[in-house]
């Protein structure tokens, strides 16, 4: 053991590319506790004890890296050199030379991760900042190093080993290390990591379960520390006990396993191990004699077709009698099938899916593509080396048709991804079909071949040129995946800026039922003809380079590959406008500069918005025409003001005009010196015309997302505002130190004077749209008609209302009832139709607790309106008498499911309160708590409302999903109190707050609580003084006995 052990470390210590990789190592270390920025709450310090170890978990991530391309070297050293021949034959045991390989690569594994947590911890001290605490305490990093780093060397070196062992096949070997890390990937959205912030709240058993299984120990390091508050987050080191000790002593035992296993599967002889020598019978051998004929040469089209696909049928052949290709459909099986299941079911907080088609699809897309990559880097490598690998190259060369040997290659993979796309197509369909979901949407089925199987063809394309210019097997293969990470990964968008020459990566996009894939799908398919016509010309080149003489039809075909691919680019690339962070930052820090001395400047307010909005959704496109009623209701006059226009649209028009004065406004940010000033109680207007697109190219945004069907646009936010705008500061403060800025502006403190001025607006809105579609408005539809081949609506709601409008149009299917006077119409697509009727009967029971409760409901009817799956970043948004709801979230789900969370009824009785509490009637001054009295109070009424349809018992499941959620959370940042929560704190405001308002109800009686809340709207709905979050609390204490006073400024005042 001991020679073999040192004579591969001699080996590796003598090399100059070890120390070059120890070194490179080394500064990606410092590259990391340097730069990166993975922050796992706020209020925990970059360099805390806790994030230390959560930085170097992570890190100890590259050990799969690390050891798989040190495991392709070194375990099959032997047999690269043909030296497995002799092997047998040196005076040394089985044991000790397996013994003695494990312990190398072990130790050349943990020395590289020693490097790179050495660098890490060099990074960490050299960073300055806020986020930074003083001193520095090895343990902090020696500690992971050994729990993590050490114990996940041994786990993947012993895969790694046991896979070399049993298969014998370098490749295998190296596909394992990789899909082990996109596995491994996968299976971190079952351990509530804070980072997966897509992620949804699990169950506390599946945490219990992923703590026990998660090789690598990041899934129990989480559930370990998930009770610790920030102090302790920062102060104290996640103790080796409990699940992390479990986790840690079971991947220890996996390991020894493995070695084990991979002991007796390894075959120290030439032959298997435990073959039997069969008795080789003497062949009898008869010889025939022919005469002699000639055969006549064929160079025909026809011969080189043949020959094509003979070669295709010789790569086939050979994969189909390997188990590589196999294994790499039961992986991709198996992968897709945990995504698809984890699409479908949301886990303890949302309910089950539907099994459409367009979740199936994308959910295949998102995934294929990544592990197809890996699989092509491997199968081109193959196929393309395996008959040199044989030495049958020299002779295969000298024939007449090798020419379509590469052709031949092509088909082959060709052939390799689309088996692999119909099995994924086929699990998909079965999936849909299992949850007895019968519609088959063939588009977006047919969308997997053109955002995922052609790219990876096109790769297969590129790469099979790398390895026919490559002089080794095995620098064709780090080259091939240097080439597929760089060029078809999702780090491509790092390595490659400009949006045309990513054709290799997949679609991450949306599918909706609206509109299905949009205009992603046309645009994608321009910029895979463009590659591809990059990839014929590079083809074609290289044979003209190789012959060293000039073929016009070659030639020719490359001027067309060149016009073709030239076009094909323009298309894709028309609306493209370059991002530019560091432009973007500069203008922030320039806006700060310049206008912030104007945030305590009085302004005019804005008190009437008509505007007429034009929905071109087929052009992906609208424009706006505004008209605004600006009044001066402070006490002095204003000389100038300050005009904000969004940068997202094209400004055509903006006039200010006051009396006989009318200026023209020429940039979206204009301080407007006024020739004289606007007195208290003038009134002025501001007129403008304004104008939005978006490109494929650029992306969507997704809360202005119009589409050809299904559109939504949260169109106020784009509409130009009046004063400074504190949200368009730079926030990070590293970034404004280095504009010299200060300290941004933070949000008002719950004690500070009040402001006395109400910003509602009287609100016109007229829509147009397509003949085929409608458009919902944020009010009451007061007129609708049909002109020039376009549907109008006009909309207001007959009340003054916050500035905060939207849009949506879609060709729907409505669905309307008349209750107590109020008409409640649902406007969904027309194949979501299943919970139309709960929606329509929930609604009601919401108005009814609701007006009976707190008081009457301000409008005349309410509509319910569904959008496309491109929006996303919330479950339902509500404004004044409409509510929006995305379809991929909770309206279009299986509520009678095996878990049946109504979340319907959730959907009702939280959105349809925001028209009682925050959108309508009361708008909260901008300061501490504000959230409270929107968020926290719709909260209380879902929780109310679903106590009084399901009961008690049903309504406390539903809590301890919250409290669930809030625990979760809660280490992540700083405790505050509920009456002075902020909106980034979203598990206080809502989980929380349903929490302390539920104990409130318990405590004093819901009647009580619902008799406060009716209080304090009274007092505070407009045109009242604007509330605060002590005014509710204050309403609260009001109606209870005082004997619950303390407790009740315990559960709002104390964090």
């Known amino acids: 053991m001991r020679p073999i052990f040192l004579f591969d470390l001699r080996r590796y210590a003598r090399s100059p590319w070890t120390s070059l990789a120890l070194a490179g190592l ?157 596995l491994y990937m996968v299976a971190l959205l079952f351990s509530n990591a804070p980072f997966m912030a897509h992620g949804l709240p699990q169950s506390i058993l599946a945490q219990r379960i992923s703590a026990l299984t998660d090789p690598f120990g990041l899934s129990a390091y989480f559930y370990t520390s998930s009770d610790y508050s920030i102090t302790q987050r920062n102060t104290f080191l996640v103790p080796l006990s409990g699940y992390f000790l479990a986790n840690r002593l079971i991947v220890v035992v996996l390991s020894l396993s493995l070695i084990g296993s991979g002991f007796r599967g390894f075959s120290f002889s030439p032959g298997r191990a435990g073959s039997r020598r069969r008795r080789v019978k003497p062949e009898v051998i008869t010889t025939t004699i022919h005469p002699l004929f000639f055969i006549k040469p064929d160079f025909s089209i026809r011969s080189h077709i043949r020959s094509i696909i003979s070669f295709c049928r010789v790569d086939l052949s050979y994969l189909f009698k390997g188990i590589a290709f196999y294994a790499g459909a039961i992986i991709l099986l198996f992968t897709c099938g945990m995504e698809l299941y984890a699409a479908i079911e949301k886990g303890i907080r949302l309910p089950q899916q539907y099994a459409r088609s367009g979740l199936m699809a994308v959910t295949i897309s998102e995934h294929f593509h990544l592990i197809g990559l890996l699989l092509v880097v491997y199968f081109v490598n193959d196929l393309s080396w395996k008959s040199r690998a044989s030495r049958f190259s020299m002779i295969e060369d000298t024939t007449v048709l090798v020419t379509g040997k590469q052709l031949g290659h092509w088909a082959s993979y060709a052939a390799i991804l689309l088996g692999y796309t119909l099995l994924l197509i086929l699990l998909g369909i079965i999936f849909q079909l299992s949850y007895h979901y019968t519609y088959i949407d063939w588009e977006a089925y047919a969308g997997i071949f053109i955002c995922c199987t052609l790219p990876l063809w096109l790769l297969s394309v590129l790469l099979s040129g790398i390895n026919q210019l490559a002089p080794r097997s095995y620098i064709a293969l780090v080259l091939s995946l240097v080439t597929a990470v760089t060029t078809a990964s999702p780090l491509s968008r790092k390595c490659i800026s400009y949006p045309l020459f990513r054709f290799l990566s997949g679609y991450s996009g949306p599918y909706s039922d609206f509109s299905g894939y949009g205009p992603y799908l046309p645009a994608f398919a321009l910029r895979l003809l463009s590659g591809a016509c990059l990839l014929g010309i590079l083809w074609l080149t290289g044979r003209q380079l190789v012959r060293r003489r000039p073929d016009l039809p070659a030639i020719a075909a490359i001027v067309l590959l060149a016009i073709a691919g030239i076009y094909a680019g323009k298309q894709f690339m028309l609306g493209y406008e370059p991002t530019d962070e560091t432009a973007q930052l500069q203008a922030a820090a320039r806006y700060e500069q310049l206008y912030r001395q104007y945030q305590d400047i009085p302004q005019p307010l804005i008190t009437a918005v008509k505007t007429r909005i034009d929905l071109f959704p087929c052009r992906t496109a609208y424009t706006i025409n505004g008209h605004y009623t600006l009044k001066n209701l402070s006490g002095s006059g204003i000389p100038a003001i300050l005009f904000n226009f969004s940068d997202e649209l094209l400004m055509h028009q903006a006039l200010y005009i006051a009396g006989k004065d009318t200026i023209n406004i020429q940039q979206r940010t204009s301080l407007v010196r006024l020739p004289r000033p606007l007195q208290p109680g003038d009134s002025a207007s501001l007129l403008f015309t304004l104008s939005y697109s978006w490109s494929p190219a650029n992306g969507h945004q997704s809360f202005n997302a119009i589409t050809g069907n299904g559109s939504f646009m949260r169109i106020s936010r784009y509409y130009p505002q009046i004063g400074y705008m504190a949200e368009r500061e730079i926030t990070d403060i590293r970034q404004r130190a280095t504009f010299a800025l200060g300290q941004p502006t933070g949000i008002r403190k719950l004690e500070a004077p009040r402001s006395e001025v109400q910003d509602f607006i009287d609100l016109d ?61 649902v406007y969904y697509h027309p194949l979501h139709a299943e919970n139309v009727d709960r929606l329509l009967y929930a609604a009601q029971q919401t108005l009814d607790y609701c007006c009976k409760n707190f008081g009457p409901y301000p409008f005349t009817s309410i509509s319910f309106a569904e959008i496309s799956a491109f929006t996303r970043g919330f479950a339902a948004t509500a404004y004044p008498a409409v509510i929006f709801m995305p379809e991929q979230m909770i309206f279009h789900t299986n509520i009678l499911a095996d878990q049946q969370q109504d979340v319907i009824n959730e959907l009702a009785g939280h959105e349809l ?143």
């Not at 300055?128 to 786990?155: D, K």
């Not at 020039?788 to 909309?795: S, V």
């Not at 009340?799 to 008409?823: D, E, L």
């Not at 009274?1018 to 003084?1025: G, N, S």
Request: proline content about 3%.
């Open 913 to 1055: 309160s925001h028209l009682w509490w925050g959108n309508s009637q009361i708008d909260p001054d901008d300061r501490e708590g504000a959230v409270m009295l929107t968020e926290t109070l719709a909260m209380y009424t879902e929780m109310m409302l679903y106590k009084k349809m399901y009961g008690t018992k049903k309504m406390q499941q539903r809590l301890d999903v919250q409290q669930q959620i809030y625990e979760a959370a809660k280490g992540f940042s700083e405790p505050q109190a509920l009456c002075k929560v902020t909106g980034d704190n979203t598990h206080i405001s809502y989980a929380k707050g349903a929490m302390v308002m539920v104990a409130l109800s318990r405590l004093i009686g819901e009647d009580k609580v619902n008799q406060a809340l009716s209080l304090f709207l009274d007092r505070h709905k407009f045109p009242a003084r604007k509330p605060v979050s002590t005014d509710l609390v204050r309403a609260i204490l009001d109606v209870s006995d005082t004997q619950y006073h303390t407790e009740i400024r315990r559960l709002f005042m104390e964090p």
């Open 765 to 825: 809105m007229t829509i147009s749209t397509d003949a085929s579609q409608t458009a919902i408005g944020t009010g009451l539809l007061v007129h609708q008609w049909t002109a020039g081949n376009r549907n109008y609506f006009h909309y207001r709601p007959g009340t003054p209302v916050p500035f905060r409008f939207a849009v949506s149009s879609a060709a729907y299917k409505q669905r309307c009832v008349k209750y107590k006077g109020i008409t409640i119409t």
């Open 26 to 182: 080394t500064a990606a270390g410092v590259f990391a506790g340097n730069q990166f920025n993975m922050d796992t709450g706020s209020g925990i310090y970059l360099n805390s004890p806790y994030q230390a170890g959560f930085m170097l978990g992570m890190l100890s991530l590259a050990v799969i890296f690390i050891g798989t391309v040190t495991g392709a070297q070194l375990l099959f050293k032997e047999r690269d050199t043909r030296f497995d021949m002799l092997l047998f034959s040196c005076p040394v045991t089985k044991q000790q030379f397996v013994t003695g390989r494990l312990l190398a690569l072990l130790c050349i594994t943990i020395a590289s991760f020693l490097c790179i947590s050495l660098g890490f911890t060099i990074g960490m001290q050299i960073r300055v900042g806020i986020a930074i605490q003083a001193g520095f305490r090895p343990l902090h990093y020696l500690y992971p190093f050994l729990v993590f780093g050490c114990v996940n060397s041994l786990f993947v070196c012993s895969l790694l080993c046991w896979v070399a062992w049993r298969s014998e096949h370098k490749l295998v070997m190296t596909l394992s290390g990789l899909l082990l890390y996109v």
